[in-house]
Nanobody
Framework: VQLQASGGGLVQAGGSLRLSCAAS????????WGWFRQAPGKEREFVAR????????RYADSVEGRFTISRDDAKNTVSLQMNSLNAEDTAVYYC???????????????WGQGTLVTVSS
């Protein structure tokens, strides 16, 4: 099982980034997918999730309207488009897979290695 996250970097406030997570070693379409983030000194928190099959999405209030999660089942990839970034979005971002439709960290069983997003103000 491997989840490879990419796309992080340094961006100015108001800018955009697109994160991607490529999965291998298991059946991508059997899982719901989520993005989480962890800022220095804080606990890991839910950002966005997308269901298997129907592709329903949910977002944390703090990113609603700015971030968009998507999945490409043909490429075994889940992405997070992040717009209108601000300093509070600075964190390590993680992709993760779950058999459940949940925002809880504990419900996710496969995790990527994380990619750092730094937003300068």
């Amino acid at each position: 099982v491997q989840l490879q996250a990419s796309g992080g970097g340094l961006v100015q406030a108001g800018g955009s980034l697109r994160l991607s997570c490529a999965a291998s070693g298991f059946t991508f379409t059997s899982y719901s997918w989520g993005w989480f983030r962890q800022a220095p000194g804080k606990e890991r928190e839910f950002v966005a999730r997308i269901s298997r099959a129907s592709g329903n999405t949910r977002y944390a209030d703090s990113v609603e309207g700015r971030f968009t999660i998507s999945r490409d089942d043909a490429k075994n990839t889940v992405s997070l488009q992040m717009n209108s970034l601000n300093a509070e979005d600075t964190a390590v971002y993680y992709c993760a897979a779950s058999k459940e439709w949940s925002a809880a960290v504990d419900e996710y069983i496969y995790w990527g290695q994380g990619t750092l997003v730094t937003v300068s103000s």
